[in-house]
């Protein structure tokens, strides 16, 4: 019989293919948390599983390093031999058989706990290469407890051409690394449409449905599955006039995006005249075929943390000014908006060591890492002004609640300039912005508008912490809703205070790509948006078929408003009939 499951939808698109179930092995679900202990008589029987999981995992490292060995050479392979010898390592399996003839820990805690207990001692010691083998340890850590517990390890390296992932959540380093031409499809229980994997499965253009809640339990290997990254819904084990009716709905998508990308080329403007620019939002220098093809006419947003995640080490200067000046080189003249590092949030950096905090969404994330972490902000801003002369650069700071940051922000990065130019770097003209994406930012908007070249209003954050609603958390779909009125207002007095002081005003959240909102921000005289490259065809299509007296009626038709709901019907109702 088939299933039908409703979530979220998170990216375009329409998918059929068989289910692969993924359990990342970093999720706490498999780290044993209960205090629970075991009698005298179990003591045998949990050393004996102890035993079998250290050969197991053992096995398992060994196999890893030899297929990471293959593909990508002996270097990248130590890691998995090094692992090898630590979970062999006889003074980890002495802390490991105490936890249970001493504590009376069950085999998972004892195993879990020996090796974070190894993990804490290493961390303080003040040198790289044992912060790196207090990783390995933590890792070791969950490998056994897996092992354990008998949850078979899943690569995302080996999916099948064809699958469709249906997992607990993804964190956004494993949705990185997903290969589109063999990921069909993504359906997950938790994560919110704003979420960085959504975001990131968008820029991969793999329809996706997020926040099913019940996905992983409903969903067995191997079903064929349909995923509808327009509505949300997932069909699980279809009959065949379903298949057929899903192909069909497949075919009309494609249809539609091949007519879109025919009009690519053609400006953003209305049919008054007024340039809203186009842009893409990306992650990395890959994606750059991905805005040529959309016709984006820049990039409003690269989110340069995505340089830093799914990787072992840090880059370094060189690193990151190779991909800046790949960007802005393969780009030019388009203008190419470059966010420093938004680390923090839902986006971690396992190799950072940070401390773990209680809200991590609302602590020293952005800018405020940056801003403590000196060495790392400098080094990002000397490999941005060194690939200024290369493309039409924009420098952009994340997460900027008060004008002292902004200006410490500048200070630091004249300091870095005048060292760059010291040191004979020729450095070219570039502007510098920031994103405003704290309702603190949006309401002194005049006074942060004085000291910056242009804003970007990045509603994703906005939203949440305007409405006060985790923006991965499924269950408040209806208050992370851009179109609510106190978000509304909040956006409208950025561009009028950006206006008021002369500079530009775009928005990079995920707002700027959904069509029924094009009308009302250009009513509101956006000056560009910025999205998802599969969305710029459709979004562009929009600004060509508006006329800007139109546009501000609706806006002023919408301000009245006071339901997020009757404005979202209203403005669809206007786009369907453009
Ligand atoms: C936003 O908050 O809207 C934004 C664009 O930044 P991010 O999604 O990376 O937090
Ligand atoms: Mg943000």
């Known amino acids: ?28 679900e498999i780290c044993p948390e209960t205090q629970k202990k075991i009698g005298p008589e179990q003591v045998e029987e949990e050393l004996r599983r102890v035993r079998e999981a250290v050969a197991k995992a053992s096995d398992e490292l060994k196999d890893i390093g030899s297929q990471v060995s293959k593909k990508a050479g002996k270097e990248a392979a130590e890691i998995f031999f090094a692992q090898e010898m630590m979970v062999n390592d006889p003074s980890l399996l002495e802390s490991i058989t105490k936890n ?27 040198d790289e290469y044992f912060k790196q083998r207090a990783n ?31 997992a607990p959540d993804l964190a956004p380093s494993d949705t990185a690394s997903l290969d589109p031409s063999k990921v069909k499809g993504i359906v997950l229980d938790h994560g919110g449409k704003t979420g960085h994997t959504a975001i990131l499965a968008r820029s991969l253009g793999i329809p996706a449905v997020v926040g099913t809640i019940q996905a992983t339990s409903s969903i067995c290997a191997g079903d064929l599955v349909a995923v ?47 340039r809203v620019e186009t842009s893409a939002n990306i992650g990395s220098p890959k994606d750059v075929p991905l805005v040529l093809r959309a016709g984006a006419e820049g990039v409003g947003l690269f989110r340069t943390e995505f340089l830093f995640i799914d990787r072992d080490a840090m880059p370094g200067e060189e690193e990151q000014f190779a991909a800046y000046r790949e960007v802005l080189e393969r780009l030019s003249p388009r203008p190419v908006v470059i966010r420093t590092l938004d680390i923090g949030g839902d986006k971690e950096i396992p190799y950072l060591n940070l401390p773990a905090e209680d809200n991590p969404f609302l602590g020293v994330r952005a800018i405020r890492l940056c801003l403590k972490e000196k060495e790392l902000f400098k080094t990002q801003l000397r490999a941005l002004l060194r690939a200024s002369r290369y493309g039409n650069l924009k420098i ?38 920031i994103m405003v994406e704290i309702p603190a930012a949006a309401l002194c908007a005049d006074v942060l508008a004085r000291e910056c070249d242009f804003f970007s209003i990045g509603t994703n954050d906005l939203v949440q912490y305007t409405m006060a609603a985790d923006r991965g958390n499924p269950e408040l779909g209806s208050l992370s809703d851009p179109f609510h009125p106190a978000v509304l207002r909040l956006i409208e ?48 299509e929009i600004v060509r078929k508006l006329d800007l007296k139109r546009a501000r009626e609706v806006k002023e038709a919408v301000m009245k408003m006071t339901d997020a709901k009757e404005i979202r019907a209203y403005l669809l109702n206007f786009v369907s009939k453009l």
């Open 1 to 28: 019989m088939a299933l039908m499951i409703k979530g979220i939808p998170a990216a375009p698109g329409i998918a059929l293919g068989n289910a692969v179930l993924y359990v990342p092995n970093n999720t706490a």
């Open 100 to 126: 249970i003839t001493e504590r009376f820990l069950p085999a998972e805690q004892s195993c879990y706990l020996a090796c974070l207990e190894m993990a804490e001692t290493m961390e303080q010691i003040p």
């Open 136 to 166: 390995d340890l933590r890792d070791i850590g969950k490998r056994l407890v897996r092992c354990l517990k008998g949850i078979p390890e899943t690569s995302l390296d080996s999916l099948e051409d064809g699958s469709v992932l249906v």
């Open 228 to 274: 509808d990254g327009e509505s949300g819904e997932v069909l699980v084990r279809p009959d065949e006039s379903l298949v057929s009716e899903v192909r069909k709905r497949a075919e009309a998508y494609e249809k539609e995006r091949q007519r879109l990308e025919k009009l690519r080329d053609l400006p953003s403007v209305t049919v008054d005249g007024r």
């Open 396 to 433: 952009m700071f994340p997460m900027i609640a008060t004008v002292d940051e902004l200006r410490e922000a500048k200070r630091i990065l004249g300091e870095v300039r005048r060292d760059l130019e010291r040191e004979g770097h020729e450095i070219t003209g570039f502007e510098v912005g």
């Open 493 to 540: 007095r950025t561009i009028k205070s950006g206006h008021e002081a002369g500079i530009w005003v775009g928005m990079c959240g995920e707002m700027a790509g959904i069509p029924e909102a094009v009308p009302l921000l250009v009513g509101m005289g956006i000056d560009e948006l910025s999205m998802a490259p599969g969305s710029v065809p459709r979004c562009k």
